[in-house]
């Protein structure tokens, strides 16, 4: 079956959750996690879960866990943390909790920020996506650069086809 076909089942609406990880923003300073929310509505998608949480990763595992929790939500999307500074744990905590991890996704994004945002600082950036508990997670850098980059080129045109890819064989 061609992508195109693949791509007829893709779901049109998705519920999501977004996640910043941060110690310093707050609800009226964090740019990243509401152009995460904003592109996620303008493309039809809506928002049941938003959250900021601190650079710990007790905090973090257990974010992602309770919205896991919540049926409706269909993916969870996480911006900061991803670097290589000590207080980065964003992806310790989270690729512990995979099921499947999606490899593609940090590659392409560190391959699309070289090209069009960062050059070779790119390779810092520890960008990553799987599957848990049958939702899909990606993880994003915290700069609007990068999350500008990964909804318009990676999440935003795939995100109804993986969802499909994730349910198609769920016997409820």
């Known amino acids: 079956m061609s992508i195109s076909k693949h791509k007829e089942f893709a779901r049109k609406e998705i519920n999501c959750g977004v996640i910043t990880v941060s110690d310093t923003r707050t609800g009226e300073t964090d740019k990243s996690g509401k152009l995460m929310i ?16 601190k650079d710990d990763q007790q905090q973090i595992k257990e974010t992602i866990e309770d919205m896991s929790r919540d049926e409706t939500v269909k993916a969870i999307l996480i911006n900061g943390g991803t670097g290589i500074a000590a207080r980065d744990v964003t992806i310790e905590s989270v690729t512990s909790l995979f099921d499947k991890e999606i490899t593609g996704f940090g590659e392409f994004f560190r391959y699309l920020s070289y090209k069009e945002d960062i050059g070779s600082a790119a390779m810092l950036s520890r960008a990553t996506a799987g599957i848990y508990m049958n939702k899909v997670i990606f993880v994003t850098p915290g700069s609007t650069g990068a999350v500008k980059i990964a909804m318009n080129k990676l999440i935003l045109p795939e995100l109804g086809h993986i969802i499909h890819e994730i349910e198609k064989d769920i016997i409820v």
Do not use: A
């Not at 904003?38 to 949480?53: A, D, M, P, R, W």
């Open 38 to 53: 904003e592109l996620l509505k303008f493309h039809g998608h809506s928002i049941h879960n938003y959250q900021i949480v």
